[in-house]
Antibody, heavy 118, light 111 residues
């Protein structure tokens, strides 16, 4: 059973870069799936950030494309998110998830809160 | 402003039936793209509830059902229970945005 776990700093300064890692257990990142990041600002809804295939292909939300970078580390069975030039509007719980059958998200990690503040 | 539109809230008494709508457009639900639903209990990550418009993952009670017609989809919950109180989100793919889109979420209150 595939399980996902996010990790990374919980506090990032404005104009800095948010960096998160998702570790996959119970399955391989090299399986025929895409792997995604989704975020949820406090008290608000879900927003798709982007996704990556183990061979390196990526897709991003157009609203974040210029700031977001998703990468894969097959040796660690992990994928990562970097979001540059962050502002308070980027404060959110960040989830990683498997984008199964390029259609739905399952499973999800437990999420990690990232606060952008000086 | 979410690409998919859901009512902000719905409510029902225990045992009753409620429905949650999800309205899209010709570039997402109205096209060939399926709709999926998630349940988010307070303080937890979203959990897949319905996939492919009307399919339930293993372990999801048959009190939950989904349907799609035209540019809209619906989630129905019958025999409401207190444990169903949660936020519900619909999700699909949008060809104009070339990516996944979510509804704004609907808070279900069990009276």
């Amino acid at each position: 059973q595939v399980q996902l776990q996010e990790s990374g700093p919980g506090l990032v300064k404005p104009s800095g870069t948010l960096s998160l890692t998702c570790t996959i257990s119970g399955g391989s990142i090299s399986s025929s799936n895409w792997w995604s990041w989704v975020r949820q600002p406090p008290g608000k809804g879900l927003e798709w950030i982007g996704e990556i295939y183990h061979r390196g292909s990526t897709n991003y939300n157009p609203s974040l494309k210029s700031r977001a970078t998703i990468s894969v580390d097959k040796s660690q069975n992990q994928f990562s998110l970097k979001l540059s030039s962050v502002t308070a509007a980027d404060t959110a719980v960040y989830y990683c998830a498997r984008y199964y059958s390029t259609a739905w998200f399952d499973p999800w990690g437990q999420g990690t809160l990232v606060t952008v503040s000086s | 402003q979410s690409v998919l539109t859901q009512p902000p809230s719905v409510s029902g008494a225990p045992g009753q039936r409620v429905t949650i709508s999800c309205t899209g457009s010709s570039s997402n639900i109205g096209s060939r793209y399926d709709v999926h639903w998630y349940q988010q209990l307070p303080g937890t990550a979203p959990k897949l509830l319905i996939y492919g418009n009307s399919n339930r993952p293993s372990g999801v009670p048959d009190r939950f059902s989904g349907s799609k017609s035209g540019t809209s989809a619906s989630l129905a919950i019958t025999g409401l229970q207190a444990e169903d109180e949660a936020d519900y989100y619909c999700q699909s793919y949008d060809s104009s945005l070339t990516g996944s889109v979510f509804g704004g979420g609907t808070k279900l209150t069990v009276l």
